[in-house]
């Protein structure tokens, strides 16, 4: 009977045992997992702030939109003169500094105006569609901002191909995120369930 008793005890060490190691080796984990994402989360959440505040910010990150003289499509200058005029307008105001390369032509027709946003710097021109008149040389440091929240900024930087840094950064922040979370869990669930086992084990 009481080799019986003395077996079972162990048994019931052990498992305790057991389950204390795992909670270090989580807590470890964690610990571990939270220096890399202390750096990543504050970057992530300045500049989610700010994007989310950009539409709100009087033109500072993100340009407001000027109006244009027409709303009926039909009535616009073709996209190339549009286009032309433009890029004179981005020469005359960097005395041919920037680059003229386009990264993307978006079109407001409820606005009457088209904005073109190039491809190696972060400056817009707004123009009149119908007209093609400047209405606005702007900085849009919204992409900036987007660049840095998604680590693309640095493939920018080196002239990374297929955006590989920002894949490697949001792979490998998503899954310290994911491990955070699991172990952050059974930090809670598991040191519940140790307790629960040390208090029937005493029983």
Do not use: C
Not at 141 to 147: A, F, M, Q
Request: hydrophobic share 40%; aromatic share 10%.
């Amino acid at each position: 009977m009481d080799k019986r008793l003395k077996l079972n005890n162990q048994q019931k060490n052990t498992s305790t045992a057991r389950q204390a190691q795992v909670l270090r080796i989580f807590r470890k984990t964690h610990r571990i997992t939270a220096i890399y994402l202390f750096s990543v989360f504050l970057v992530i959440s300045v500049t989610g702030l700010l994007l989310g505040w950009k539409e709100h910010s009087n033109g500072y990150i993100l340009p407001e939109s000027t109006a244009g003289s027409n709303t009926e499509l039909s009535e616009w200058l073709p996209v190339d003169v549009l286009k032309h005029s433009a890029l004179e307008a981005l020469d005359n105001f960097s005395d041919g500094k920037l680059s003229k390369e386009i990264s993307r032509i978006d079109i407001r027709p409820a606005k009457g105006i088209v904005k073109i946003v190039f491809k190696h710097h972060y400056w817009e021109v707004q123009l009149d569609g119908a007209t093609a008149e400047v209405l606005q040389v702007a900085k849009r440091r919204s992409d900036l901002i987007e660049n840095i929240h998604d680590g693309s900024v640095i493939d920018q930087v080196f002239g990374t191909r297929n955006k590989a840094f920002k894949l490697i950064y949001t792979t490998v922040s998503g899954l310290a995120l994911l491990l955070f979370t699991i172990t952050g869990f059974w930090l809670w669930f598991g040191s519940k369930m140790l307790r629960k086992t040390v208090a029937r084990n005493k029983k």
